[in-house]
């Protein structure tokens, strides 16, 4: 008789998304800092971050699209959050893409689901609350 057999089962890792390459489109400075410490607790350590729509896409285009989650505000100079989305949309549809808003009317959500969101977030938010939303994203 083994004495392995009676050992219980190591835990399950837990997933880590530190493959992951986000592309993170935030003018407010605290909430730039907040989500990137909510990714940074995921393992995530390859963030681009920039300010507004326009140089996402910009950064986009000359990456070539090589990221796996964009996680954007609804709420920006240059280019709002939804005309990004419109954009990442028209070139690269399968694109992961959470919009963060201060605003959460039924409007909002509408637009954001028409324009293919996968998911948004309410700020403020808490460093959970975008965690699970892209758990819900990705299955590892």
Do not use: C
Request: charged share 25%.
């Amino acid at each position: 008789m083994s004495l392995e057999s009676d050992r219980p089962a190591a835990p399950k890792p837990l997933p880590t998304y530190a493959g992951l390459r986000v592309l993170l489109a935030e003018d407010e400075p605290m909430a730039t800092k907040l989500a990137q410490g909510a990714l940074k607790v995921m393992g995530i350590t390859d963030i681009v971050s920039v300010k507004d729509g326009e140089q996402a896409l910009a950064v986009l285009e000359h990456e070539q699209g090589q990221f796996q989650l964009i996680v954007s505000d609804w709420n920006m100079p240059k280019m709002s959050g939804l005309e990004f989305l419109r954009a990442v949309r028209l070139r690269w549809p399968h694109m992961k893409f959470v919009m963060l808003t201060g605003k959460a009317s039924r409007d909002f959500v509408v637009a954001a689901a028409r324009n293919g969101v996968d998911a948004y977030v309410v700020k403020p938010f808490s460093p959970n609350q975008l965690r699970r939303k892209i758990e819900s994203l990705f299955t590892l």
